[in-house]
């Protein structure tokens, strides 16, 4: 791991809305949780988005980080388009199997080296996370598996992204094992259902959010998956006020949201939502779980799998070489 304190120079993070955010790392550009929808009602109506993503070119985009495929607010419509054209998609071992073409699925603590385009590497980690209250199974059965993701190479900022994450223990094992993060992309918003673990959040709110900062002894903390749906019960302001509470607001970095203060973004691709699906492979994806529309925000498969299962497991540290090159 990276020495702390040596870093000082913060990594430019564009908060797009909702849980989707770019950021440059290293030479290459992630792309948290793609979501570009239109508001409306979404889930067969159990889902109502509220405001349309930033209205930004996005450019290449070299890797999605993608803390779960299940959730239309986690990735929708246009986001799985995105997929296709994209050289690689990080996320859960099961959804990595669902997505298939350039997605693969990471363990808990599996990791994967990306080659960076001026020389050397960046090595993403798979971190556990935990959508909703209670034990890791009982969570699963009932939201699914989430994966959040640890990123770090030499002379480059540590960064973790949450993914839809409730559970400051699993925070806890993170700092441990991966060190405090110049930069904490933190999941918050507190969603709520009624009918969800008895109306509990399943995502961090506020004050966990910033107890989360805490734990982590993350420099700056850039929240995401706060705005721009109905079931956020927690926005901005709270994010404010709870990271004040804690004698944390200088590490709250809200201003990563505004894209006009942020680095140019670089545009090489008109249409960004949905870009034209002109690469071949890209003909044999699978259809969407548009069929799982009409229940609640369970799982329909693979609840019988073993949490971090993974066929990549097995390989242990693997390597994707020019996702760095293509342009
Ligand atoms: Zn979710």
């Not at 603590?109 to 050397?120: H, K, V």
């Not at 441990?176 to 507190?190: H, K, N, Q, S, V």
């Not at 066929?311 to 390597?319: C, W």
Request: glycine letters at 12%.
């Amino acid at each position: 791991m990276t020495t702390v304190g040596t870093h000082r120079e913060q990594i430019p993070v564009h908060v797009l809305g909702g849980p989707t955010a770019l950021f440059e790392y290293g030479g290459l550009r992630f792309l948290t949780d793609p979501t570009f929808d239109a508001p409306g009602e979404y889930q067969g109506g159990m889902l109502t988005k509220t405001a349309p993503a930033a209205p930004v070119e996005l450019g290449r985009i070299d890797v999605v980080l993608l803390s779960h495929d299940e959730h239309p607010d986690n990735l929708d419509n246009s986001g799985r388009a995105l997929l296709d054209t994209v050289p690689l998609t990080l996320t859960t071992p099961g959804g990595g199997q669902r997505l298939g073409n350039s997605a693969r699925g990471l363990a808990d603590w599996e990791s994967i080296e990306l080659d960076r385009p001026d020389g050397g590497t960046i090595t993403v980690t798979g971190v556990p996370a935990i959508h909703g209250p209670g034990t890791r199974a009982e969570v699963e059965a009932v939201l699914g598996q989430v994966v959040g993701f640890v990123l770090s190479g030499t002379d480059l900022p540590t960064v973790y992204v949450s993914g839809d994450n409730a559970s400051l223990e699993v925070v806890r094992e993170i700092a441990d094992r991966c060190g405090p993060p110049d930069t904490a992309i933190l999941f918050a918003g507190a969603p709520r259902f009624p009918i969800l673990f008895d109306g509990a959040a399943i995502v961090f709110d506020s004050a966990r959010a910033a107890r989360a900062a805490e734990i982590l002894g993350a420099r700056r903390v850039v929240p995401v998956h706060y705005d721009g749906w109905a079931h956020f019960t927690e926005g901005r302001a709270e994010l404010m006020a709870a990271f004040a509470a804690a004698g944390l607001a200088d590490r709250l970095d809200l201003r990563a949201g505004n894209i006009a203060e942020g680095p140019t973004l670089e545009p090489k691709r008109s249409g960004d939502a949905a870009p034209e699906k002109d690469r071949s492979d890209t003909a044999v994806r699978k259809p969407s779980r548009s069929d799982t529309a009409a229940r609640d925000l369970g799982r329909s498969d693979g609840a019988a799998q073993d949490p971090g299962r993974s066929d990549t497991a097995a390989q242990g540290k693997g390597r994707v070489g020019g996702v760095g090159t293509r342009s």
